[in-house]
Protein backbone atom coordinates (compact mmCIF):
# COMPACT_ATOMS: atom_id res chain seq x y z
CA UNK A 1 0.00 0.00 0.00
CA UNK A 2 0.88 3.55 -0.66
CA UNK A 3 1.49 5.44 2.46
CA UNK A 4 -0.65 7.98 3.84
CA UNK A 5 0.34 10.46 6.34
CA UNK A 6 -1.34 13.83 5.04
CA UNK A 7 -3.29 14.96 2.33
CA UNK A 8 -4.41 18.05 0.79
CA UNK A 9 -7.52 17.92 -1.86
CA UNK A 10 -10.64 19.06 -3.46
CA UNK A 11 -13.82 17.04 -2.58
CA UNK A 12 -16.27 15.66 -4.68
CA UNK A 13 -19.86 15.81 -2.81
CA UNK A 14 -22.26 12.77 -2.16
CA UNK A 15 -24.92 13.53 0.23
CA UNK A 16 -26.26 10.43 0.06
CA UNK A 17 -27.66 8.81 3.12
CA UNK A 18 -27.58 4.79 3.69
CA UNK A 19 -25.22 3.86 0.61
CA UNK A 20 -24.86 0.55 0.28
CA UNK A 21 -21.80 -1.13 -1.35
CA UNK A 22 -24.33 -2.71 -4.06
CA UNK A 23 -24.67 1.03 -5.14
CA UNK A 24 -20.98 1.73 -4.91
CA UNK A 25 -19.80 -1.43 -6.89
CA UNK A 26 -22.91 -3.25 -8.47
CA UNK A 27 -22.63 -7.15 -7.87
CA UNK A 28 -22.71 -7.61 -12.00
CA UNK A 29 -19.20 -6.11 -11.97
CA UNK A 30 -17.73 -8.66 -9.39
CA UNK A 31 -16.18 -10.96 -11.55
CA UNK A 32 -12.80 -10.39 -10.78
CA UNK A 33 -10.51 -11.08 -7.99
CA UNK A 34 -7.86 -8.39 -8.75
CA UNK A 35 -7.79 -5.22 -6.87
CA UNK A 36 -7.05 -3.03 -10.56
CA UNK A 37 -10.22 -1.84 -12.72
CA UNK A 38 -13.02 -1.45 -10.69
CA UNK A 39 -12.82 2.37 -10.16
CA UNK A 40 -14.40 1.92 -13.51
CA UNK A 41 -17.60 0.81 -12.67
CA UNK A 42 -17.87 3.19 -9.21
CA UNK A 43 -21.11 4.02 -8.62
CA UNK A 44 -22.10 2.16 -11.89
CA UNK A 45 -25.85 2.68 -12.08
CA UNK A 46 -25.69 6.53 -10.58
CA UNK A 47 -23.19 7.23 -12.65
CA UNK A 48 -24.41 5.78 -16.06
CA UNK A 49 -28.15 6.19 -17.18
CA UNK A 50 -29.85 2.36 -18.01
CA UNK A 51 -28.91 3.43 -22.15
CA UNK A 52 -25.13 3.80 -20.86
CA UNK A 53 -24.96 7.86 -21.10
CA UNK A 54 -23.19 9.85 -18.50
CA UNK A 55 -25.97 10.98 -15.66
CA UNK A 56 -24.39 14.56 -15.98
CA UNK A 57 -26.40 14.83 -12.53
CA UNK A 58 -24.40 12.63 -10.73
CA UNK A 59 -21.46 14.96 -8.46
CA UNK A 60 -18.77 12.44 -9.87
CA UNK A 61 -19.63 13.49 -13.38
CA UNK A 62 -19.77 17.32 -12.76
CA UNK A 63 -16.59 18.71 -13.93
CA UNK A 64 -16.58 21.52 -11.05
CA UNK A 65 -15.85 18.84 -8.38
CA UNK A 66 -12.79 16.90 -8.18
CA UNK A 67 -10.20 15.87 -5.87
CA UNK A 68 -8.97 12.57 -4.01
CA UNK A 69 -11.64 13.50 -0.85
CA UNK A 70 -15.00 11.86 -1.16
CA UNK A 71 -17.46 13.30 1.20
CA UNK A 72 -20.51 11.69 1.59
CA UNK A 73 -23.71 11.00 3.65
CA UNK A 74 -24.48 9.30 7.04
CA UNK A 75 -23.91 5.40 7.20
CA UNK A 76 -21.77 5.40 4.06
CA UNK A 77 -21.15 1.12 3.05
CA UNK A 78 -23.75 -0.61 4.74
CA UNK A 79 -25.29 -3.58 3.08
CA UNK A 80 -22.83 -6.65 2.09
CA UNK A 81 -19.44 -7.21 2.95
CA UNK A 82 -17.83 -7.33 -0.31
CA UNK A 83 -14.07 -5.98 -0.42
CA UNK A 84 -14.64 -4.78 -3.79
CA UNK A 85 -16.38 -1.50 -2.72
CA UNK A 86 -13.15 -0.33 -0.72
CA UNK A 87 -11.66 -1.59 -4.54
CA UNK A 88 -13.52 0.73 -6.38
CA UNK A 89 -13.53 3.52 -5.00
CA UNK A 90 -9.50 3.53 -4.10
CA UNK A 91 -8.82 2.81 -7.54
CA UNK A 92 -11.05 5.28 -9.00
CA UNK A 93 -8.59 7.60 -7.19
CA UNK A 94 -9.85 8.20 -3.59
CA UNK A 95 -7.48 8.34 -0.64
CA UNK A 96 -10.09 9.13 1.50
CA UNK A 97 -13.86 8.64 2.54
CA UNK A 98 -15.84 11.42 4.80
CA UNK A 99 -19.19 10.50 6.76
CA UNK A 100 -21.06 11.09 9.95
CA UNK A 101 -21.02 6.98 10.19
CA UNK A 102 -19.36 4.07 8.07
CA UNK A 103 -20.79 0.09 8.10
CA UNK A 104 -18.27 -1.75 10.11
CA UNK A 105 -17.45 -4.21 7.86
CA UNK A 106 -16.59 -1.17 5.10
CA UNK A 107 -14.89 0.80 7.64
CA UNK A 108 -11.94 -2.58 7.88
CA UNK A 109 -12.15 -3.36 4.46
CA UNK A 110 -11.37 0.85 3.69
CA UNK A 111 -8.25 0.82 5.92
CA UNK A 112 -6.76 -2.77 4.97
CA UNK A 113 -6.76 -1.34 1.20
CA UNK A 114 -4.71 1.90 1.65
CA UNK A 115 -8.46 3.76 1.86
CA UNK A 116 -9.08 6.05 4.74
CA UNK A 117 -12.55 5.87 6.35
CA UNK A 118 -13.08 9.63 8.17
CA UNK A 119 -16.05 9.74 10.76
CA UNK A 120 -16.97 12.83 11.61
CA UNK A 121 -20.42 15.25 13.35
CA UNK A 122 -23.04 15.37 11.47
CA UNK A 123 -23.04 19.04 11.66
CA UNK A 124 -19.12 18.98 10.75
CA UNK A 125 -20.17 16.64 7.91
CA UNK A 126 -22.69 19.36 6.76
CA UNK A 127 -20.61 22.06 7.25
CA UNK A 128 -17.82 20.58 4.52
CA UNK A 129 -21.09 19.74 2.16
CA UNK A 130 -22.02 23.87 3.05
CA UNK A 131 -18.20 24.75 2.00
CA UNK A 132 -17.56 22.40 -0.80
CA UNK A 133 -21.22 23.97 -2.27
CA UNK A 134 -19.97 27.63 -1.86
CA UNK A 135 -16.78 26.77 -3.73
CA UNK A 136 -15.93 23.45 -5.28
CA UNK A 137 -12.32 23.70 -5.09
CA UNK A 138 -12.06 24.26 -1.39
CA UNK A 139 -8.97 22.41 0.14
CA UNK A 140 -10.22 19.90 2.95
CA UNK A 141 -6.90 19.23 4.59
CA UNK A 142 -6.64 15.30 6.45
CA UNK A 143 -3.48 14.73 8.66
CA UNK A 144 -3.54 11.57 9.67
CA UNK A 145 -0.35 11.72 12.13
CA UNK A 146 -2.30 14.64 14.10
CA UNK A 147 -6.07 13.11 13.46
CA UNK A 148 -7.37 15.83 11.85
CA UNK A 149 -9.40 17.12 9.48
CA UNK A 150 -9.56 20.88 8.12
CA UNK A 151 -11.13 23.17 5.91
CA UNK A 152 -8.74 24.95 4.83
CA UNK A 153 -10.38 28.35 3.64
CA UNK A 154 -12.11 28.81 7.24
CA UNK A 155 -9.81 26.86 9.42
CA UNK A 156 -12.62 24.76 10.67
CA UNK A 157 -11.21 21.31 11.73
CA UNK A 158 -12.38 18.33 13.84
CA UNK A 159 -10.45 15.79 15.28
CA UNK A 160 -11.39 11.61 14.22
CA UNK A 161 -10.33 8.32 15.72
CA UNK A 162 -8.42 5.41 14.26
CA UNK A 163 -7.07 2.21 15.65
CA UNK A 164 -3.56 2.70 16.48
CA UNK A 165 -2.59 -0.26 14.55
CA UNK A 166 -4.15 0.57 11.00
CA UNK A 167 -3.06 4.05 12.04
CA UNK A 168 0.58 2.78 11.85
CA UNK A 169 0.03 0.52 9.08
CA UNK A 170 -1.33 3.63 6.58
CA UNK A 171 1.41 5.82 7.98
CA UNK A 172 3.85 3.14 7.23
CA UNK A 173 2.01 1.70 4.09
CA UNK A 174 1.80 -1.81 5.29
CA UNK A 175 -0.80 -4.19 5.21
CA UNK A 176 -1.19 -7.07 7.74
CA UNK A 177 1.54 -9.08 5.87
CA UNK A 178 4.52 -6.05 5.74
CA UNK A 179 3.83 -5.53 9.16
CA UNK A 180 4.58 -8.95 10.18
CA UNK A 181 7.87 -9.03 7.95
CA UNK A 182 8.55 -5.41 9.46
CA UNK A 183 8.43 -7.47 13.15
CA UNK A 184 10.51 -10.13 11.70
CA UNK A 185 13.81 -9.74 14.06
CA UNK A 186 11.78 -8.81 17.29
CA UNK A 187 9.54 -12.15 16.06
CA UNK A 188 12.67 -14.52 15.68
CA UNK A 189 14.22 -12.88 18.82
CA UNK A 190 11.09 -13.81 20.59
CA UNK A 191 10.92 -17.22 19.54
CA UNK A 192 14.78 -17.93 19.95
CA UNK A 193 14.01 -16.83 23.97
CA UNK A 194 11.50 -19.51 24.34
CA UNK A 195 13.57 -22.58 23.19
Known amino acids: MDKFIKLSSAAIPLPIENVDTDQIIPARFLKATDREGFGENLFRDWRFNKEGNVNEDFSLNNPNYSGRILVAGDN ?45 SPEYLQELFTEIKKDSTTQIEVDLEA ?7 TGSETN ?7 KMCMINGYDDIDFLLSSKKEIEAFESARV
Open 76 to 120: FGCGSSREHAAWAIHDYGFKVVVSSFFADIFKGNSLNNGLLPVQV
Open 147 to 153: QKITIKS
Open 160 to 166: FEINNYK
